[in-house]
């Protein structure tokens, strides 16, 4: 069943008027009654989520775990994926219509330039998440219309991280450009954006403001590493004294274990990655996927979810007292984002294919 036929059967079999929406959301939903989806979720027992590293902890799997489960008697199961192997799973499903994953959170490269062109993805359209007035930054800004990937978190990312005992005090650099000074060039880890992860967001949130040609410049100071949790890893070890586009997770983990590591944000602004969530398509819990969003972009779930994963919430209404001071979002702070026809179609795709040109073979 392609994306079209799932919509107009959940379209069909669903009552679309919707009681009890709170004050300023859309007056109906095509999903119908969220009752009638619980009591088919109930039925169903059980949602498969496929997540990239750095979306869900193990403490935030286990109170959304224990939620679903006493509230809804859903068991959720986790399948922890790096973002270059969502992709390749969900085809595979498809292909052969053994469907297994009903949600997948990445970057938008990790999965949704690959599985929209395919018809892989369903409309998200959780009441929770059509409310007007309530957002820091609206799920749905980079595919308004389609609404078949939404930001699950708002991704502020500190674009520069420092080992500080490599790096005397006054010396750091301070914006981008201080990056293409020589006496950084071989010292700089970054994972490349030749493929899903950080390094392709910060590629996607940067180009068009940084420009080609300081990337082709960029691409020869840095040394590029594989794996999400390699720079910050690097750094901690001592084999770098700068990173570019570190995951914040693993970073935290390590200065918490006595790292000397700390982030920077360029006067540039720090860059703004593309995580979110699709509704995979012939999704086999497609009600307990239904329910999930709704509670997910709901005040209550964008809290347990922040908080366990120390996230800035999409939600402005969810308070940011967990997240470490230096990497809180304040309002008017600037910031770099990816454009929104950056994520559309074929684009992300075209820009992974540029960011190995310019990366890995341009050096």
């Given at each position: 069943?392609?994306?079209?036929?799932?919509?107009?059967?959940?379209?069909?079999?669903?009552?679309?008027?919707?009681?009890?929406?709170?004050?300023?959301?859309?007056?109906?939903?095509?999903?119908?009654?969220?009752?009638q989806i619980e009591?088919?979720?109930?039925?169903?027992?059980?949602?498969?989520?496929?997540?990239?590293?750095?979306?869900?902890?193990?403490?935030?799997?286990?109170?959304?775990?224990?939620?679903?489960?006493?509230?809804?008697?859903?068991?959720?199961?986790?399948?922890?994926?790096?973002?270059?192997?969502?992709?390749?799973?969900?085809?595979?499903?498809?292909?052969?219509?053994?469907?297994?994953?009903?949600?997948?959170?990445?970057?938008?490269?990790g999965h949704y330039g690959s599985l929209?062109?395919?018809?892989?993805?369903?409309?998200?359209?959780?009441?929770?998440?059509?409310?007007?007035?309530?957002?820091?930054?609206?799920?749905?800004?980079?595919?308004?219309?389609?609404?078949?990937?939404?930001?699950?978190?708002?991704?502020?990312?500190?674009?520069?991280?420092?080992?500080?005992?490599?790096?005397?005090?006054?010396?750091?650099?301070?914006?981008?450009?201080?990056?293409?000074?020589?006496?950084?060039?071989?010292?700089?880890?970054?994972?490349?954006?030749?493929?899903?992860?950080?390094?392709?967001?910060?590629?996607?949130?940067?180009?068009?403001?940084?420009?080609?040609?300081?990337?082709?410049?960029?691409?020869?100071?840095?040394?590029?590493?594989?794996?999400?949790?390699?720079?910050?890893?690097?750094?901690?070890?001592?084999?770098?004294?700068?990173?570019?586009?570190?995951?914040?997770?693993?970073?935290?983990?390590?200065?918490?274990?006595?790292?000397?590591?700390?982030?920077?944000?360029?006067?540039?602004?720090?860059?703004?990655?593309?995580?979110?969530?699709?509704?995979?398509?012939?999704?086999?819990?497609?009600?307990?996927?239904?329910?999930?969003?709704?509670?997910?972009?709901?005040?209550?779930?964008?809290?347990?979810?922040?908080?366990?994963?120390?996230?800035?919430?999409?939600?402005?209404?969810?308070?940011?007292?967990?997240?470490?001071?230096?990497?809180?979002?304040?309002?008017?702070?600037?910031?770099?984002?990816?454009?929104?026809?950056?994520?559309?179609?074929?684009?992300?795709?075209?820009?992974?294919?540029?960011?190995?040109?310019?990366?890995?073979?341009?050096?």
């Amino acid at each position: 069943m392609n994306i079209r036929n799932l919509w107009l059967t959940v379209g069909a079999t669903l009552i679309l008027a919707l009681p009890g929406l709170p004050s300023g959301a859309l007056a109906a939903s095509p999903w119908g009654p969220m009752e009638q989806i619980e009591a088919a979720a109930r039925k169903e027992g059980a949602l498969v989520i496929y997540a990239a590293p750095g979306h869900f902890n193990r403490e935030s799997q286990r109170e959304i775990g224990n939620i679903f489960k006493d509230r809804y008697g859903v068991t959720i199961e986790w399948t922890g994926l790096s973002a270059s192997d969502i992709s390749p799973r969900v085809f595979a499903e498809q292909r052969t219509k053994q469907y297994t994953a009903d949600i997948t959170m990445s970057g938008v490269a990790g999965h949704y330039g690959s599985l929209k062109p395919k018809g892989y993805v369903s409309p998200i359209v959780a009441p929770s998440s059509l409310e007007k007035g309530v957002w820091r930054l609206d799920p749905a800004v980079a595919t308004p219309s389609d609404r078949d990937w939404l930001f699950i978190n708002m991704p502020l990312r500190p674009s520069i991280l420092i080992n500080t005992k490599m790096i005397p005090a006054g010396q750091e650099p301070r914006s981008y450009q201080d990056l293409l000074d020589p006496k950084w060039k071989g010292k700089i880890a970054f994972q490349s954006p030749a493929g899903g992860g950080t390094g392709s967001g910060w590629f996607r949130a940067t180009y068009r403001t940084l420009g080609l040609d300081y990337m082709r410049k960029l691409a020869k100071q840095v040394v590029l590493v594989a794996k999400v949790n390699d720079p910050p890893q690097a750094l901690a070890q001592g084999r770098f004294p700068v990173a570019l586009a570190a995951t914040t997770t693993r970073t935290r983990q390590l200065i918490e274990q006595g790292a000397s590591l700390r982030f920077i944000q360029p006067k540039e602004g720090n860059h703004m990655a593309s995580q979110g969530t699709c509704f995979i398509a012939n999704a086999p819990h497609a009600n307990a996927a239904m329910l999930f969003y709704q509670w997910f972009f709901s005040k209550e779930g964008q809290l347990v979810y922040a908080t366990h994963t120390r996230a800035i919430s999409v939600r402005k209404d969810v308070p940011q007292g967990f997240i470490p001071e230096d990497e809180r979002y304040v309002e008017g702070e600037p910031f770099l984002m990816a454009a929104t026809e950056d994520q559309q179609g074929k684009r992300p795709q075209e820009l992974l294919k540029l960011g190995k040109e310019i990366f890995v073979e341009g050096k």
